[in-house]
């Protein structure tokens, strides 16, 4: 298939053939959604700790007498049941959150993703995305230029220029990155999606 490839003034000047393979694949909604899932749940931390029965600081003798107070029987204050006792299944700092994404369903699924934002005209292909100097005002202008000053824009080249890096860290609404750290999530998240010829080309060869 091809990709228009946009100018400086976000006109089309020219196209490039690209993969059919990664850019025309069929929308699959349940893998991206499993994707991005465990893409979430991998870079989840385990930091939240609870205490279980067997460790709350309260006495471990009985409240009353077993029989004879017409109240229900109790073993002790640190019970579950109780205000303040522990919990039943606490939260564990050991506890494992990660979710396994065999290497097809990983590359299908980036696939279908690029596939669908060549489809709703949100992924534009352009020759170079670098900058003179590393200032924030050139890079914010440059993407004005091209019509994407309002929305979201996520920079993927083949190589991270330093002064393109610099230039994108005060951007709140620009991300950089090179072409083997597109992540699912970045590419559903952001409302534009900016590529260099050659991150393609880079692209192709990891994916397919």
Known sequence: MELKVINANGQPSASISASDELF???????????????????????NSKQKGRSE?????????????????????????????????????????YTQKINRKMYRAGLASIFS?????????????????????????DKIKGMGFGAERVLIITDNLDENLYLSSRNLPNVLVLEAH?????????????????????KIEEVLV
């Not at 025309?24 to 931390?45: K, P």
């Not at 534009?192 to 050659?198: A, W, Y």
């Open 24 to 46: 025309g694949r069929e929308y699959n909604e349940a893998l991206v959604h499993q994707l991005v899932t465990a893409y979430q749940a991998n870079a989840r931390s385990a």
């Open 116 to 140: 669908q934002l060549v489809r709703e005209g949100r992924l534009s292909v352009v020759e170079d995305m670098a900058v003179d100097a590393p200032k924030t005002k050139l890079l914010a």
């Open 181 to 201: 750290q597109a992540d699912p999530l970045s590419l559903v998240r952001f409302n534009k999606v900016l590529m260099t010829r050659n991150a393609v080309a």
């Open 56 to 96: 709350i600081n309260k006495s471990t003798h009985k409240p009353w007498a077993q029989k004879g107070t017409g109240r229900a029987r109790s073993g002790r204050a640190s019970s579950p049941l109780w205000r303040g006792g522990g919990k039943i299944f606490p939260n564990s700092p050991d506890q494992n």
